[in-house]
């Protein structure tokens, strides 16, 4: 039987992620279960009173093609094993995706495998790429000017700015940095800034060291002098860096001999066609027609 989680069930979900998704952060699913679930958001299938299947939508608004719509991100998608090929994701999806047509335009979801999704209209429309370099595919950068730790504001105002030059992102607003912060923080992660000599911020990285090397998952600048910056200070944190960015940012010139590896990132569904063309005065009959009308490439890099 599908339900919303009760409380009792929270240590149960919490459990199926650990089991299927052993790959995960370990540190982020126990911010994700202490910060941002919420069982209005859940759906699980139970049986004997536990959870044996479950999925989570996270709302948010995201600027697409000049507007600010309503939209969520699904994620979590996630089976027992011994429940597994039993139809219950299925039934999960059916509910969800229910819900969402009534009170959304567009529907988000992050898929290990995409071949799963698209049957339920979901394309995959946002490409990341990720570039690994040590110190010899990076000339010595002095990194004056970069400090940790900057304020809310400071990466609020870097981010509205770095964001115009593309289409889909996330309007985030002060509460999602202070969260965003506190991700960071619970993964042992760390957030530089790049101050240019008027002590404006013109850029920001998030470095998550994971031991051996360190992940960007997102790197925010204004010019390509705070981007040397940055990634100048990602190498001393560690001699290894896997930096991620959009499909649409070209960073051959600063790594030539590093070949890129392109991965598929976000899937998006329209939840209505009608009401899109409507609203956009448009034609589009595809998912990939309607993300593609800003006529500015994609920045989707929120995997929750």
């Known amino acids: 039987m599908i339900i919303r989680p009760t409380k009792d069930m929270v240590k149960g979900i919490k459990d199926i992620w650990r089991i299927c998704f052993p790959q995960e952060n370990m540190a982020y699913t126990d911010f994700f279960f202490q910060k941002m679930f919420k069982p209005n958001e859940c759906w699980v299938y139970e049986i004997d009173d536990k959870p044996v299947s479950c999925l989570h939508k996270i709302p948010h608004a995201i600027m697409l093609n000049g507007r600010i719509i309503r939209a969520s991100m699904i994620l979590g998608i996630a089976t027992l094993p011994k429940f597994q090929n039993r139809g219950y994701m299925h039934k999960l999806m059916d509910v969800c995706l229910d819900s969402c047509e009534h009170t959304e335009l567009v529907t988000l979801i992050q898929a290990y495998d995409p071949k799963l999704y698209e049957e339920f209209g979901f394309k995959t429309v946002y490409y990341r790429q990720v570039y690994e370099f040590t110190k010899d595919n990076l000339d010595k950068i002095s990194v004056h000017g970069c400090l940790f730790n900057p304020s809310v504001n400071e990466m609020f105002k870097v981010y509205c700015s770095f964001v115009k030059r593309f289409n889909g992102f996330y309007v985030r607003d002060f509460s999602d940095f202070r969260r965003y912060i506190q991700e960071v923080k619970a993964q042992n992660g760390k957030i530089c800034a790049y101050y240019d000599e008027n002590n404006t911020i013109l850029g920001y990285i998030v470095l998550i060291n994971d031991g051996i090397k360190v992940n960007v998952e997102e ?69 990939e027609e309607a993300f593609a009308l800003g006529n500015k490439p994609l920045y989707m890099s929120e995997c929750s």
Not at 246 to 273: C, H, Q
Request: include cysteine.
């Open 219 to 287: 790197c925010i600048y204004m010019n390509s002098k705070a981007l040397l910056k940055l990634l100048a200070i990602a190498l001393q944190q560690r001699d290894i860096v896997r930096l991620h960015v959009s499909a649409a940012e070209n960073l051959s010139w600063i790594f030539k001999d590093v070949t890129p590896t392109r991965y598929g990132f976000t899937m998006a569904r329209v939840n209505d066609y009608d009401l899109f063309n409507r609203l956009y005065q448009s034609s589009v009959a595809s998912v």
